[in-house]
C-alpha cells in the first residue's frame, strides 16, 4: 500500500533532483525530519521511516558536522513506509546552508540544522530583552545564508513596545521585526508569511522566551513538543528526539532548536549585522582602524554623537575578538 507523499511541499527543489540522479544509483531521495539520540526519521516519497547512517558514512564521518541532521536531503536504501527496518542512509546531499555552534570548551563546530530558509531569532520583550544578543545571532543568522527575522515574544508583558521595537531597529539594521503575543495571537499571520510551502524555518532563541509556545500556535494542534524536544525531562519520561520537522497546515515546516546558549559565531562576517558600523569605517582617517583610540575615528564620532550606541561598539569589538580567536585555534588544528 504506497502513499504518495508531495515532496515539493518538503522543498524538494531541482537541484537536489539532478544531485540525487547523479549520484544514487538505485538509492531513493528522503528527507531527514527528526534527530533522535539513537537514529534518524527519514521522509520519502512513500513515507516516513527510522533510518540510521551505512557503516561507510559512520567510518568517514570523523567530525560530527559530516552526521545527517534536520532537513538534510540524503540517500536511502529503501523508501518504504515503516514495515522493512530502517532505512540505510548512505550519502548527505549538499547543503545549502547550516547553523552551527561550537561545543562547548572546543573549537569543533556542531550543526544543529541544514537547509533553513528563514531563522526566527526569538527574544521575550520582558526579561530576556538583550540588544547585545540580538546583534550576536543576527550576525551568526545572516551569516548562514538564511533570512532572519526577529520575534519579540510576550508583548503582553511589556509596558513599552514601541520603545522596544525602536531599540531592536537600531541594533538590527535592515532585519524584520514581528511582535507576538501568544495571548491574543498576535503576530502569528506574520510569522505565517515566512512559511510557504516548502520553506523551512527554525526558532532559535533562550528557553523560556516562548518558541514552542509559538509553534505550537502555528501548528494549530497541543503537539508534544514543549516537553517532548528536551533531552532530560523532570518525569524522568524517556525523551530522546532532538529535533525534529514539524508541518505547519497551511504551509512551510518549523523546527524547534533547544541549546542555543552557548551559540558562536562560526564564520567572520559581521558586514551585515553591523553594517552601520562597516560602512562608516570607510571614514575614517586610517583604513585599518581598529574605532579604538585612533584619531578621525569615524565611528567613535558616531557613539559620541549617540547616533551608535557606546554598547553596540563594545558589543561589535567582542564578536570581532571572538572570531579572531576561532580563526586562530582553526588555523592550529
Ligand atoms: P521556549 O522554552 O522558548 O519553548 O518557551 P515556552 O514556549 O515553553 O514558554 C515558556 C513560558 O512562557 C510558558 O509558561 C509559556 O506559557 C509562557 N509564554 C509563552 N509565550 C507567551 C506570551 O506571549 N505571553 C505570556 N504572558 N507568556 C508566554
Ligand atoms: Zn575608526
Known amino acids: 500500500?504506497?502513499?504518495?507523499?508531495?515532496?515539493?511541499?518538503?522543498?524538494?527543489?531541482?537541484?537536489?533532483?539532478s544531485e540525487a540522479a547523479a549520484l544514487g544509483e538505485g538509492l531513493h531521495l528522503a528527507r531527514v525530519t527528526a534527530q533522535h539520540r539513537d537514529g534518524y526519521s527519514v521522509m520519502t516519497e512513500n513515507g516516513e521511516n527510522g533510518a540510521a547512517v551505512s557503516g561507510r558514512l559512520n567510518y568517514r564521518s570523523s567530525a560530527p558536522d559530516e552526521y545527517p541532521v534536520v532537513v538534510d536531503w540524503v540517500l536511502v536504501d529503501r523508501a518504504d513506509e515503516g514495515a522493512n527496518g530502517n532505512a540505510v542512509i548512505h550519502r548527505i546531499l549538499t547543503r545549502k546552508n547550516s547553523i552551527e555552534r561550537g561545543t562547548a570548551g572546543g573549537t569543533r563546530r556542531q550543526v544543529l540544522a541544514a537547509n533553513i530558509d528563514t531563522i526566527f531569532?526569538?527574544?521575550?520583550?520582558?526579561?530576556?530583552?538583550?540588544?547585545?544578543?540580538?546583534?550576536?545571532?543576527?550576525?551568526?543568522?545572516?551569516?548562514?545564508?538564511?533570512?532572519?527575522?526577529?520575534?519579540?515574544?510576550?508583548?503582553?508583558?511589556?509596558?513599552?513596545?514601541?520603545?522596544?521595537?525602536?531599540?531592536?531597529?537600531?541594533?538590527?539594521?535592515?532585519?524584520?521585526?514581528?511582535?507576538?503575543?501568544?495571548?491574543?495571537?498576535?503576530?502569528?499571520?506574520?510569522?505565517r508569511k515566512y512559511l510557504s510551502k516548502g520553506k523551512t524555518a527554525v526558532f532559535l532563541?533562550?528557553?523560556?522566551?516562548?518558541?514552542?509556545?509559538?509553534?505550537?500556535?502555528?501548528?494549530?494542534?497541543?503537539?508534544?513538543?514543549?516537553?517532548?524536544?528536551?533531552e532530560n525531562d523532570s518525569k524522568g519520561r524517556h525523551t530522546t528526539t532532538r529535533r525534529q520537522m514539524l508541518m505547519v497546515p497551511d504551509g512551510g515546516a518549523v523546527i524547534d532548536t533547544p541549546g542555543l546558549r552557548e551559540i558562536r559565531i562560526a564564520s567572520p562576517d559581521l558586514s551585515k549585522a553591523f553594517s552601520d558600523i562597516e560602512e562608516l569605517a570607510n571614514s575614517c582617517r586610517f583604513r585599518d582602524c581598529k574605532h579604538e583610540t585612533e584619531p578621525g575615528c569615524a565611528v567613535k564620532r558616531a557613539v559620541e554623537d549617540r547616533s551608535i550606541s557606546a554598547g553596540r561598539l563594545e558589543n561589535y569589538h567582542k564578536l570581532r575578538r571572538e572570531l579572531k580567536h576561532i580563526q586562530r585555534s582553526e588555523t592550529m588544528t
Not at 522566551?209 to 494542534?221: A, E, P, Q, Y
Request: charge should be neutral.
Open 1 to 17: 500500500m504506497k502513499r504518495n507523499i508531495d515532496m515539493s511541499g518538503l522543498g524538494l527543489s531541482e537541484i537536489i533532483l
Open 121 to 191: 531569532l526569538c527574544m521575550s520583550l520582558n526579561y530576556d530583552f538583550n540588544l547585545r544578543r540580538i546583534e550576536r545571532y543576527l550576525a551568526i543568522a545572516w551569516d548562514s545564508g538564511a533570512m532572519p527575522v526577529i520575534v519579540l515574544t510576550k508583548a503582553d508583558l511589556c509596558g513599552d513596545v514601541p520603545e522596544k521595537v525602536a531599540q531592536v531597529q537600531t541594533a538590527a539594521p535592515g532585519a524584520d521585526i514581528v511582535v507576538t503575543s501568544a495571548l491574543n495571537e498576535n503576530g502569528h499571520a506574520e510569522l
Open 205 to 230: 532563541g533562550s528557553s523560556g522566551v516562548g518558541k514552542s509556545t509559538l509553534i505550537n500556535g502555528l501548528l494549530g494542534t497541543k503537539v508534544q513538543l514543549t516537553k517532548g524536544i528536551r
